[in-house]
């Protein structure tokens, strides 16, 4: 499966407000290294990432920081000018000290990209990025199947 389709099933999965927590998020974060997150409070974008790499069978970082993404290896994928950003290549944007990762969609006619990624307004969604706040982009390597 290719990693926008997979990104894009989870469109409006949002954090639960007050004490509960979405158990689909918690689990993203162990998918992305951090078991002890048990909670949908922690800035998600990166477990949400790493999550829809796994799923779809791609390299990840394995990591809930989403500078890290920029530590990619050639192995696990090829880094990515931004005039040749194809839907579906990891893109990781100055925010903060932490930094903030998704995939990407589409450009505008002002040259903006347009990024599905978690923890965007708390959800899954569609989010518009100025492209001077573009850090790194990359096409994600798919993963080798193990022996059986």
Partial sequence: MDLLTTALRYGGTREIKGDKDNPLIVEWFAIAGARWIKDDEHAWCSAFACAIAAEAGYHHPRTVRARKWMNLTIEQATPVRPEDLLPGDAVVYRRRSAGHVGFYLCRNRRNDIWTIGGNQ????????????????????????????
Avoid: H
């Fill in 121 to 148: 307004g708390d959800e899954v969604k569609p989010k518009v990025y100025e492209l001077e706040d573009l850090i790194g982009a990359f096409r994600l390597n798919r993963q080798c199947p193990s022996a059986p």
